[in-house]
């Protein structure tokens, strides 16, 4: 045997989808995946699968924050998919992660469980499966209960992982004359973390002139304190000095929304104290994802 003969050859490797920053853009209640994926405890909402999108399509697919145990999917006795989001593997497009969990669920068998133990390679993202006529309305849950709703009460290492979530739940209320601004307490100090839709260094100039000019406040009574970096999103986090009501911060809400839209139209030359605001708001920044 020749000494070319005799060479190993390697397998190719699988193509892996390249990284997607902004991975939810195009889905209906964009900042809202995102805020459920990285900052609210306990909500759902559902989707609609597009008709043609393959076997066990044209069927809805219930969106969770968590699951038990954290775990990617599950198709409950009845059929109906459960798609969790707060998981520990991201294998460069989250997107195409999550799809993937919802095409092993749809050929999978009533009340198994789905997991994604490794990178699921080029396919289809979830802007492919999703219907886009398909709402995305929120539901946010004191707990987890509805983990086991329609069942009989749960026992053993089921309830133990229940009541060790709930206890862990921050209370949290979601805004409803605004996308994707979520109250919560945590401890004895209260926030409002709103995710933003526009461009992350827009808005950031935006904020910079409403910071430069005192008027970065949502309330008399709240404070920009910083902000998250999410998915090529903003999320600007307010402190509530007075523990201020999601009914209170409403009207409040949407007429700063319409201020930020405001200033995003402006396309002036920063001035010198906005220039500082920006670079000071800028080392307030925490990426998550």
Not at 86 to 97: E, K, P, T, Y
Request: charged share 25%; aromatic share 6%; glycine share 8%.
């Amino acid at each position: 045997m020749g000494k070319k003969s005799r060479r190993r050859v390697k397998p190719a490797k699988a193509a892996t989808m390249p990284f997607v920053a902004r991975t939810f853009e195009g889905l209906p209640g964009e900042c809202d995946w995102v805020a459920l994926r990285e900052i609210v405890p306990s909500a759902t909402a559902t989707i609609k699968i597009a008709a043609d999108a393959g076997a066990g399509s044209d069927r809805s697919v219930r969106v969770c924050s968590l699951l038990p145990g954290g775990g990617a999917g599950l198709v409950r006795p009845d059929g109906v998919i459960w798609l969790g989001l707060q998981v520990q593997h991201n294998f460069g497009d989250i997107s195409r992660d999550l799809a993937a969990v919802v095409e092993l669920a749809m050929v999978a068998e009533p009340a198994s469980e789905v997991a994604l133990l490794e990178p699921p390679g080029v396919g289809r993202r979830l802007q492919d499966l999703v219907d886009p006529a398909s709402d995305f309305d929120v539901t946010v849950h004191e707990g987890f209960d509805f983990w086991v709703e329609g069942a009989d009460d749960p026992t053993g290492d089921l309830a133990d992982a229940l009541g060790a979530a709930n206890e862990a739940v921050a209370p949290t209320v979601r805004l409803s004359s605004v996308e994707a601004a979520y109250r919560t307490d945590m401890g004895e100090r209260q926030y409002l973390r709103w995710v933003q839709p526009h461009d992350e260094e827009r808005l950031l100039t935006a904020l910079a002139r409403l910071r430069a000019a005192g008027r970065d406040a949502v309330t008399d009574s709240t404070r920009l304190i910083g902000m998250f970096r999410a998915h090529g999103l903003l999320v600007p986090v307010w402190e509530l000095d007075d523990a201020a009501s999601a009914e209170a911060l409403e009207e409040p809400a949407a007429a700063f929304g319409s201020t930020v839209d405001e200033m995003m139209a402006d396309t002036s030359d920063l001035t010198t104290a906005e220039r500082s605001a920006r670079n000071a708001l800028a080392t307030r920044q925490l990426t998550i994802r």
